[in-house]
């Protein structure tokens, strides 16, 4: 099993350009998660996806567009990058379909996507 | 807004001492998660606490949730150079978690 994979590892853009960012996970888990980490910042959840089909917004949606393509796949779109969107990006996957419950299950992360934006 | 407030934030000590790191916040969460990040990689979780007071240890890990589960801590006994890496605490909260900013450990052989 490859766990969660994202493409690409590295990325520059410049202002304005727009790029997808590509998850995708082996693991058969119904919740799918992006988060971007900047330093001093931690770990912001930008959208989830409870499950197949549903998305919602997350403590930093701005700028940033998702779609849970199915069960395995989960693409972040940035339409017209900014510097602000200069960052670490995380998919992270988990068992969990949602519910009080979920934030019990383990998050399994992805290795990131270097994002620079000139 | 729920936050989780981690300290230190940085931490730099010798091989073989021991130390702890905090995990506070003002809001009951219903479960705690501690992961470790290494440079270049994504968070890996180390353990889940759901019950006020719960001790878990995991070999020279020590995690502990308070008995009101609003605050934790993980304890590392005899630290070794591979205990290196950032420390993140993530608290539970309507399905979805919180993050800490985390505890950058450095342990210097």
């Known amino acids: 099993n490859a766990g969660v994979t994202q493409t690409p590892k590295f990325q520059v853009l410049k202002t304005g350009q727009s790029m997808t960012l590509q998850c995708a996970q082996d693991?058969?888990?119904?919740?799918m998660y992006w988060y971007r980490q900047d330093p001093g910042m931690g770990l912001r959840l930008i959208y989830y996806?409870?499950?197949?089909?549903?998305?919602d917004k997350g403590e930093v949606p701005n700028g940033y567009n998702v779609s849970r393509l199915n069960k395995r796949e989960f693409s972040l779109r940035l339409e017209s990058a900014a510097p602000s969107q200069t960052s670490v990006y995380f998919c992270?996957?988990?068992?969990?379909?949602?519910?009080?419950?979920?934030?019990?299950?383990?998050?399994?992360f992805g290795p990131g996507t270097r994002l620079t934006v000139t | 807004t729920q936050l989780l407030e981690q300290s230190p934030q940085f931490l730099s000590i010798q091989e073989g001492e021991n130390l702890t790191v905090y995990c506070n916040s003002s809001?009951?969460?219903?479960?705690l998660q501690w992961y470790r990040q290494e440079p270049g990689e994504g968070p890996v979780l180390l353990v889940t606490?759901?019950?006020?007071?719960e001790v878990k240890k995991l070999k020279r890990l020590t995690f502990q949730f308070g008995d009101a589960r609003k605050d934790s801590s993980l304890h590392i006994t005899a630290a070794q150079p591979g205990d290196t890496g950032l420390y993140l605490c993530?608290?539970?909260?309507?399905?979805?978690?919180?993050f800490g900013k985390g505890t950058k450990l450095s342990v210097k052989p």
């Open positions: 992270a996957s988990t068992q969990a379909g949602g519910g009080r419950r979920s934030g019990t299950y383990e998050q399994y």
């Open positions: 693991m058969n888990h119904n919740s």
């Open positions: 996806s409870a499950s197949e089909g549903t998305t």
């Open positions: 809001s009951v969460f219903s479960s």
């Open positions: 606490v759901v019950t006020g007071g």
């Open positions: 993530a608290g539970g909260s309507q399905g979805n978690l919180i």
